[in-house]
């Protein structure tokens, strides 16, 4: 008689060491760009997006870039004086805090600074961030755009979405085949916190809020075995 396969024993030791091994050779990973390249930065992401991650990843081919873990690269690096990875580097550690990951690139700071000063993408808001703005929808019918353009260049919203929209929220009804709102109707209010209503409103009316950008918060620099702090305007600082 076969084996039930609900009395089978699952080892969660078999999982643990799945886990440690990922932690040992991304540490082991740290330390060997850190050898390898002249410059670690430490960059931090703004409304993370994998997408735009991987269009980051993919310029800089050149070099190695880490996300995430930030314990274990902190650890790779060295805190203090008497366990940094490399003379200086330490200082690099306290900068590893948040959403943060690293780039060791033998670019210079400059051609560096300059390509995440100039990159950004505006993509859809998620729920539990912040509103960037004030979003309103005119009395009357409502149009594909919300109000966003002007009528003669939008099309009314198509009558089949109705109850998608009232279900997010919106009071709407339905007249002669078209969709109403017997008065101005505000979706989010810049400042406020977005729940999943909100965002799938915005998204439906195809208002796209949310900006990706990568902020330089650091960097070491092999040669002069010192960090340099990026101000957010650019500036930069030796640590």
């Known amino acids: 008689m076969p084996k039930s396969k609900r009395a089978k024993v699952v080892h969660l030791?078999?999982?643990e060491k799945k886990g440690k091994e990922h932690t040992v050779k991304l540490f082991a990973a740290v330390r060997e760009a850190a050898e390898k390249y002249q410059y670690i930065f430490v960059f931090a992401v703004e409304n993370m997006r994998n997408t735009y991650l991987k269009d980051v990843r993919s310029e800089f081919s050149d070099s190695r870039?880490?996300?995430g873990k930030t314990k274990v690269m902190a650890k790779a690096l060295g805190s203090t004086a008497e366990d940094e990875h490399l003379p200086g580097l330490g200082k690099l550690s306290e900068h590893l805090t948040g959403s943060v990951g690293l780039l060791c690139t033998n670019r210079t700071p400059e051609a560096v600074l300059e390509y995440f000063e100039n990159y950004s993408e505006i993509d859809f808001a998620r729920a539990g961030v912040q509103a960037t703005r004030t979003?309103?929808?005119p009395e009357g019918v409502v149009y594909s755009r919300g109000g966003e353009i002007e009528k003669e260049q939008d099309v009314a919203l198509p009558h089949s979405l109705e109850v998608?929209?009232?279900k997010r929220g919106m009071p709407t009804r339905l007249e002669k085949g078209k969709v109403i709102v017997d008065q101005d109707y505000t979706v989010c209010t810049e400042g406020e916190t977005l729940n999943s209503h909100q965002t799938a409103l915005l998204k439906l009316f195809g208002?796209?809020?949310a900006e990706f950008r990568v902020e330089v918060k650091a960097y070491y620099s092999a040669?002069?075995?010192d960090v340099t702090i990026v101000e957010p305007n650019g500036k930069m600082e030796e640590g």
């Open 13 to 15: 030791s078999k999982t």
């Open 65 to 67: 870039m880490f996300f």
């Open 135 to 137: 979003f309103t929808v």
């Open 164 to 166: 998608t929209v009232r």
């Open 207 to 209: 208002v796209a809020t």
């Open 223 to 225: 040669a002069a075995e």
